[in-house]
C-alpha cells in the first residue's frame, strides 16, 4: 500500500472516530426524550451523517455501526416479550441498521449540498427502521384500540420529526456557512 493511501485511511479513520464521539457527547444533550424510547438529540446525527459525506459510503456504514454500539451500551431496551428473536430484533431494527444505514450519506460524497439530501434520506430511512421495530415488538404498548402501525408512526414520528428538522436547518445552515467541513480534504 502506498504511503498517500496509508495516510488518507489514517486520516479518515481518525476523523470517524473524532465525528462518532461528538456525535456521541451530543446524544446525551436531550431536550425531549419519550419515555419508552427515542429523543430529540442535540443534533447527534449531523456529525455521522459527515462521516459518509467526507469519506463515502464504506466509512459512513462502519461509524454508523460504531455509533450503534455504543448507543446499545448507553441506555438498551429490552423488548416487552423477552425472547431471544425479539431482542436480535430490537439489536437490528433499534441499533445496527438504524444508525449504520446513516452511511447512506455517502451516496452524496462530493455534492456541493450533499448534506440537504442526506438528511431527509437517512433520517428518514432511520425512522423506518424505528417504525418497523415498533410495529414488529413493540406494538403490545399501543393503547387499547390503537392499530399498532398508527402508535409506531405517530411514536416514533414523535421524536424522528424534530430531529430530522433541526439537523435539516443546521445542516442547511453549516454547509452555506463553512462547506469545507462536508468535504474530503487531499492529504498533502
Same mark, same amino acid.
Given at each position: 500500500m502506498n504511503s498517500t493511501k496509508s495516510r488518507e485511511n489514517l486520516?479518515?479513520?481518525v476523523e470517524s472516530a473524532l465525528l462518532v464521539a461528538v456525535g456521541f457527547v451530543l446524544s446525551?444533550?436531550?431536550?425531549?426524550?419519550? *419515555?419508552? *424510547? *427515542?429523543s430529540?438529540? =442535540?443534533?447527534?446525527?449531523?456529525?455521522?451523517?459527515?462521516?459518509?459525506?467526507?469519506? *463515502?459510503?464504506?466509512? @459512513?456504514?462502519? @461509524?454508523?455501526?460504531?455509533? =450503534?454500539c455504543l448507543q446499545m451500551l448507553q441506555q438498551f431496551w429490552p423488548p416487552p416479550s423477552g425472547t431471544l428473536v425479539a431482542y436480535i430484533s430490537v439489536v437490528l431494527l433499534d441499533y445496527v441498521l438504524a444508525f449504520s444505514l446513516l452511511g447512506l450519506a455517502g451516496l452524496f460524497k462530493g455534492r456541493r449540498y450533499g448534506i440537504v439530501f442526506a438528511v431527509p434520506v437517512c433520517l428518514f430511512i432511520r425512522f423506518l427502521c424505528h417504525f418497523l421495530s415498533g410495529i414488529?415488538?413493540?406494538g403490545t404498548y399501543a393503547p387499547a384500540g390503537t392499530p399498532v402501525w398508527l402508535y409506531s408512526f405517530l411514536y416514533n414520528g414523535s421524536y424522528m420529526g424534530p430531529e430530522l428538522a433541526f439537523t435539516m436547518i443546521a445542516g442547511a445552515i453549516l454547509c452555506k456557512s463553512a462547506p469545507v467541513l462536508f468535504q474530503r480534504r487531499a492529504v498533502s
Amino acid at each position: 500500500m502506498n504511503s498517500t493511501k496509508s495516510r488518507e485511511n489514517l486520516r479518515a479513520l481518525v476523523e470517524s472516530a473524532l465525528l462518532v464521539a461528538v456525535g456521541f457527547v451530543l446524544s446525551y444533550i436531550t431536550p425531549i426524550k419519550l *419515555g419508552n *424510547g *427515542g429523543s430529540v438529540t =442535540a443534533l447527534s446525527m449531523l456529525p455521522l451523517l459527515m462521516i459518509g459525506l467526507r469519506h *463515502g459510503l464504506k466509512w @459512513g456504514f462502519c @461509524g454508523g455501526l460504531v455509533y =450503534a454500539c455504543l448507543q446499545m451500551l448507553q441506555q438498551f431496551w429490552p423488548p416487552p416479550s423477552g425472547t431471544l428473536v425479539a431482542y436480535i430484533s430490537v439489536v437490528l431494527l433499534d441499533y445496527v441498521l438504524a444508525f449504520s444505514l446513516l452511511g447512506l450519506a455517502g451516496l452524496f460524497k462530493g455534492r456541493r449540498y450533499g448534506i440537504v439530501f442526506a438528511v431527509p434520506v437517512c433520517l428518514f430511512i432511520r425512522f423506518l427502521c424505528h417504525f418497523l421495530s415498533g410495529i414488529v415488538i413493540w406494538g403490545t404498548y399501543a393503547p387499547a384500540g390503537t392499530p399498532v402501525w398508527l402508535y409506531s408512526f405517530l411514536y416514533n414520528g414523535s421524536y424522528m420529526g424534530p430531529e430530522l428538522a433541526f439537523t435539516m436547518i443546521a445542516g442547511a445552515i453549516l454547509c452555506k456557512s463553512a462547506p469545507v467541513l462536508f468535504q474530503r480534504r487531499a492529504v498533502s
